[in-house]
């Protein structure tokens, strides 16, 4: 199994681009999530879902759209990037409620 | 609305000593779950150890277990014989059933030679 992939690693992005970051699993999880790590925030949720065709908002959901087409991807767009989003981004799910998320590598995003 | 709080920012310990990293959370639930994650400099997050709390037995993996103490909302962290691959970023996290999982701002631990 190859648990949860997100790409890309890294990316590069000027003020006012748009883009899609992916994450998929293979692992037929039910919960998927999307959060951003800043230093010395730890790691804030942006979207998440507990299914497909549902998705909630996080704590920091400005900025983002995500959607759930699928069971296994989970794609977090970025509408208009700005400086601010500049950050790492971790794609994680979950089987069920109470197994903790297995996560994704990151995606370190610089937006200029 | 839930917290988790992790107070130490940072700790330092020998290599094989033992240390604890503090959590505490703020909930009105009864049932719900707690985990500990590891980040080391790779970046990936690992999950350490998992505890439910209608479970009153403390959870342990190897060297790592938990001191769960539900009427005071806390839950620490402990590392015994503590090893340099232990060196990490250390987040407590909390989960409702049925709800995401909020993590703590974390704890950087360095593992001395």
């Known amino acids: 199994n190859a648990g949860v992939t997100q790409t890309p690693k890294f990316q590069v992005l000027k003020t006012g681009q748009s883009m899609t970051l992916q994450c998929a699993q293979d692992?037929?999880?039910?919960?998927m999530s999307w959060y951003r790590q800043d230093p010395g925030m730890g790691l804030r949720l942006i979207h998440y879902s507990v299914g497909a065709g549902i998705t909630d908002q996080g704590e920091v959901p400005n900025g983002y759209n995500v959607s759930r087409s699928t069971t296994e991807d989970f794609p977090l767009r970025l509408l208009s990037a700005a400086p601010s989003q500049t950050s790492v981004y971790f794609c994680?799910?979950?089987?069920?409620?109470?197994?903790?998320?297995?996560f994704g590598s990151g995606t370190r995003l610089t937006v200029v | 609305a839930q917290t988790v709080t992790q107070s130490q920012p940072e700790m330092s310990v020998q290599e094989a000593e033992t240390v604890t990293l503090s959590c505490t959370y703020d909930?009105?639930?009864?049932?719900?779950?707690l985990f500990w994650y590891k980040q080391p400099p790779s970046r990936q997050m690992i999950l350490v150890i998992r505890q439910e709390a209608y479970k009153q037995q403390n959870a342990t993996e190897n060297r790592f277990s938990v001191n769960f103490q539900k009427a005071a909302k806390s839950f620490s962290l402990k590392i015994s014989d503590s090893q340099l691959g232990d060196t990490a970023m250390y987040f407590c996290a909390f989960m409702k059933p049925g709800d995401k999982i909020i993590f703590g701002k974390g704890t950087r631990l360095h593992i001395l030679p």
């Open positions: 909930t009105s639930e009864n049932n719900y779950y």
């Open positions: 994680a799910s979950s089987v069920r409620v109470g197994y903790g998320y297995t």
């Open positions: 692992m037929n999880h039910e919960y």
